[in-house]
């Protein structure tokens, strides 16, 4: 009857292999035949975020805050977890034979050696007789060092993805506060004579949202990671920048500054839709901006000096381009635990380059 387990333990190191290969190496597709890392990371996420929700809310962002990395290094436990085990069980259902200390190996004999030939450990007290049992474990050898090495290799590229995502997130902390906004990022900027430098930034979103969208659908684990600083996230940064390229789309009525917030509206809002496909949610259809407090937004930018059209049909417009994008950033955020910023400025924003702690933990202002 063991003969039976051999399929079974052959079919197990087989999709763990796939699974590493289309994870570690291949580039992901937004729709992706193999879902054994989509189902991981589901229910391991679902178990932590029922975990943190029973928690007060310093303590629920720190826990938070922990899972993107603690679930990467899960997975690598599991997948070489699985390796061992199956291994073991192939060579313990085809009764391969080795020298053990034991008189009849064991399933547990076999789990040893299994366990020490993956990590290339061998301490020589178990091992095969026979040349088709040295080749299972020779290649079980290759398999657990090549699999070490692309760990160490992955690791690096997954933190360097991380630290270009924060970039631009802290970089917005001067422009727009913390949580960002729209409202405040063209309320500060609407004083200013020359506009080009809200061009530039708009051009230096649109290169930051297509690399978000590659980075996020090659190693999606990246979408759980939260910022280094409170209050601020990649989702939040990205709602801010299509906020303000639906702002200005639907306010301003030509030139360069129009054509390139249509073109980075366009690439934000094709990152915010394919990493909602990625993880597999539904639209969610948020009530963001009321038709009152969008008023109230537009007189707040015309007094600042920020040259809008106020008419009817720009607020149509507006509402319009905010229902592209709102219901998948929506989405995002509620199963993430993230909370989307306000369009209109916050008055619990707070500029994070302005402030700093004392040793007893409380905030006091920088300001020049």
Known sequence: MRFLLAPLCVLVIGSVLLE??????????????????????KWLWLSWRRLGRRLRPGMRDDWFAVF??????????????????????????LHLPI????????????????ATTFITLGFGDVAPRTSFARA????????????????????????????????????????????PSAGELL??????????????????WERWSAELLESHLSYPSLMYWRSQHDRQSWLGTLTTILDTCALII??????????????????????????????????????????TEQEALFTLLTDAGMPLDTSPEAHAHFRELRALYEPHLAALAQWLELTLPTIAPNPNAHDHWRMSTDPSGHFFNMAP
């Open 250 to 291: 639907a306010t301003q009525p030509k030139g360069a500054l129009l054509y390139q917030a249509r073109l980075t509206f366009a690439m934000a809002r094709h990152a915010a839709v394919d990493l909602r496909l990625a993880l597999n949610r539904t639209p969610v259809v948020p009530d963001r901006l009321p038709d």
């Open 187 to 204: 309320k500060r900027i609407g004083g200013c004579p020359d506009l080009g430098d809200l061009k530039d930034t708009l051009k230096n």
């Open 99 to 114: 020298s053990a200390p034991e008189a009849v190996p064991t399933f547990a004999t076999y789990l040893y050696l299994s």
């Open 20 to 41: 590493a290969f289309e994870g570690l190496v291949l580039p992901r597709r937004i729709s992706r035949p193999l879902r054994a890392v989509g189902y991981f990371y």
């Open 68 to 93: 993107g990395p603690f679930s990467v290094l899960t997975l690598f436990v599991a997948w070489g977890m699985l390796l061992v085990v199956a291994f073991a069980g192939l060579g313990w259902s």
């Open 136 to 179: 299972i474990t020779d290649c079980e050898a290759a398999l657990g060092f090549g699999f070490l090495a692309i760990v160490i290799a992955y690791l690096p590229v997954l933190y360097q993805a991380f630290a270009r995502r924060e970039v631009e997130i802290g970089m917005l902390d001067a422009r727009a506060s913390t949580p």
